[in-house]
């Protein structure tokens, strides 16, 4: 006799953290050393195989500069319209996409961009705070270095706007100085042949480091010594709020509760959420990425071409280079074309950072922005929290954001 299809049920945790990237495994971090028991639910295999998993590598604690500011109206043009620049739109005419395309401009002002990279400054500081405690407790290897960052520019104009930025940060402790193209050289001979260079910031104290290795590392952490549980494999369905736990029905028909369940799923969360009537204004940025081994003159300095729109950063005897911005492709599979467009605007750059005739892996993910850079941190009621919407710097919020996220949701108790 066959049973009625009643879907199985598992035991309750503390808290369900939906998403195993980067910025959940922070957060279960947080939420395991305040004594709760966590569950970690993600779609793919094993962590980190989303957006955390090639990203550009390095730690921009200094550089958090909102997205939107007033040089956006001069780059509109290139940015709504351009089909091979850095930076392009897929249009189209979904109401989400107008109304995260209306937002985003209104923070396209001067106000706007002073207000938006102090707030995502002041949780960049929080997150390298909660980054060297936790390697001070738990050591991962993650081909971690502090190896200081350049941001080039190409003209004065550039300069010059650098220099009312780091003035904006100097209050909060950020450590950076302008320094022109001779200096930059002495600071980085892998500079040297780079003509259009005319200033950059340094910030010695930037970081990098391999985020995916570093999930590795980290989920280890949580399962040997905090007793945090990961379903990998399990895609979310639904989320219901019942009797007073939360209800996740998963793909497969299976069903996980928990009292506490917070979304840190990436794009996905958006709509995740929207059938609970809570609408996210996150948009898909979809970037690239290519791994090669370090040529004959590779920088030790990590490296932002203003120009090109592109980062070079070293993980021990390879480098990263990450660039491109899709606005509102939400097709994670990389396109060649734009790839060997990567390729080459990185040869034009600095033509022997990297073995360009063999390139060890590449990528392309969708990185979930919001119009004003932050990520959303909220506690929604009823045991629900979203952390989300990290953009190009989810790998360096990712230990502040899983702190704040965790303690506004237990605060609520």
């Given at each position: 006799?066959?049973?009625?299809?009643?879907?199985?049920?598992?035991?309750?945790?503390?808290?369900?953290?939906?998403?195993?990237?980067?910025?959940?495994?922070?957060?279960?971090?947080?939420?395991?050393?305040?004594?709760?028991?966590?569950?970690?639910?993600?779609?793919?295999?094993?962590?980190?195989?989303?957006?955390?998993?090639?990203?550009?590598?390095?730690?921009?604690?200094?550089?958090?500069?909102?997205?939107?500011?007033?040089?956006?109206?001069?780059?509109?043009?290139e940015m709504a319209f351009g089909r091979n620049g850095p930076f392009r739109t897929r249009w189209s005419?979904?109401?989400?996409?107008?109304?995260?395309?209306?937002?985003?401009?209104?923070?396209?002002s001067s106000a706007g961009l002073q207000r938006n990279t102090v707030a995502t400054l002041e949780l960049a500081l929080q997150s390298r705070s909660a980054m060297q405690?936790?390697?001070?407790?738990?050591?991962?290897d993650f081909d971690h270095a502090v190896s200081g960052k350049l941001h080039l520019y190409p003209?004065?104009?550039?300069?010059?706007?650098?220099?009312?930025m780091i003035a904006l940060k100097q209050p909060y402790g950020v450590t950076q100085r302008l320094v022109d193209a001779a200096e930059a050289t002495a600071i980085e001979p892998a500079l040297?042949?780079?003509?259009?260079?005319?200033?950059?910031?340094?910030?010695?104290?930037?970081?990098?480091?391999?985020?995916?290795?570093?999930?590795?590392?980290l989920l280890q952490v949580l399962q040997q010594h905090y007793g945090v549980q990961a379903r990998f494999g399990a895609s979310t369905h639904s989320l219901r709020h019942t009797g007073g736990q939360w209800q996740l029905q998963l793909d497969d028909g299976q069903q996980l509760h928990a009292k506490r369940v917070l979304v840190c799923a990436g794009i996905d969360s958006a709509a995740l959420l929207k059938p609970l009537h809570l609408r996210m204004p996150v948009m898909a940025i979809k970037g690239y990425s290519f791994t090669a081994a370090c040529g004959a003159n590779a920088p030790q300095v990590s490296i932002t071409d203003t120009k090109r729109k592109l980062v070079f950063c070293r993980l021990?005897?390879?480098?990263?280079?990450?660039?491109?911005?899709?606005?509102?492709?939400?097709?994670?599979?990389?396109?060649?074309?734009?790839?060997?467009?990567?390729?080459?605007?990185?040869?034009?750059?600095?033509?022997?950072?990297?073995?360009?005739?063999?390139?060890?892996?590449?990528?392309?993910?969708?990185?979930?922005?919001?119009?004003?850079?932050?990520?959303?941190?909220?506690?929604?009621?009823?045991?629900?929290?979203?952390?989300?919407?990290?953009?190009?710097?989810g790998w360096t919020l990712a230990m502040g954001s899983g702190e704040r996220a965790v303690a506004q949701l237990l605060d609520a108790r």
């Open positions: 006799m066959t049973s009625s299809a009643v879907p199985p049920v598992s035991p309750g945790h503390d808290l369900i953290i939906i998403g195993a990237g980067v910025v959940g495994l922070a957060s279960a971090y947080a939420a395991a050393r305040r004594g709760c028991s966590v569950l970690l639910v993600d779609r793919n295999s094993g962590p980190a195989l989303g957006t955390s998993f090639a990203n550009g590598a390095q730690l921009s604690y200094a550089y958090t500069d909102a997205m939107a500011g007033p040089g956006t109206w001069k780059q509109l043009p005419a979904d109401p989400d996409f107008l109304r995260w395309g209306l937002a985003f401009l209104r923070q396209a405690a936790l390697l001070q407790q738990h050591p991962i003209t004065q104009e550039g300069v010059q706007g650098a220099a009312a040297r042949g780079a003509p259009w260079l005319a200033g950059a910031v340094y910030s010695p104290d930037e970081e990098a480091g391999d985020p995916y290795r570093f999930s590795q590392g021990g005897e390879r480098i990263r280079v990450a660039g491109l911005a899709d606005l509102n492709d939400w097709n994670p599979t990389p396109e060649p074309a734009r790839l060997a467009q990567l390729i080459a605007q990185a040869r034009a750059s600095l033509p022997e950072a990297a073995d360009y005739d063999h390139i060890q892996s590449s990528w392309a993910g969708l990185r979930p922005v919001t119009p004003w850079s932050s990520p959303i941190i909220r506690n929604l009621g009823d045991g629900l929290g979203c952390n989300i919407g990290h953009g190009m710097l």
